[in-house]
């Protein structure tokens, strides 16, 4: 019977991480909104790799990225503190512009100058 461990423990990862990151004090992490996008686990939980996004955009997401590598020990140590893992997996952050590129997306959609098609009257065929 497969278990789905590992999804498990991303998700738990993932919500701990974005916990943790509101309660940093370095000022390259909170001078901006940020947020964790993804997370990876290997199989072997050796390795964790967080997305992580800005809605200002990827140079402010590689500054906060900057900080995050600083404090990698203290968010990993307090990452085992929270999930009660034997072994925490080493953190890897990386920066992505996802939230910027989303918002770039709404704002061309909302637009868009899309005339509404009128309805037809089912009435009208009889």
Do not use: W
């Not at 009128?118 to 009208?124: G, L």
Request: hydrophobic content about 35%.
């Amino acid at each position: 019977m497969p278990t789905n461990k590992l999804g498990r423990i991303t998700e738990d990862v993932s919500r701990e991480l974005s916990a943790i990151l509101r309660e940093l004090k370095d000022p390259r992490v909170t001078g901006c909104l940020l947020s964790v996008v993804r997370v990876e686990v290997t199989n072997d939980l050796s390795y964790c790799t967080a997305y992580v996004s800005t809605v200002e955009g990827l140079e402010r997401s590689k500054q906060a990225v900057e900080g995050l590598k600083s404090a990698a020990g203290y968010v990993r140590r307090e990452l085992g503190h929270r999930l009660k893992l034997r072994h925490v997996p080493q953190l890897i952050f990386k920066p992505t512009d996802s939230i910027e590129y989303g918002a770039s997306i709404s704002k061309i959609i909302n637009d868009l100058d899309i005339p509404e098609a009128p309805e037809e009257d089912e009435d009208a065929d009889l």
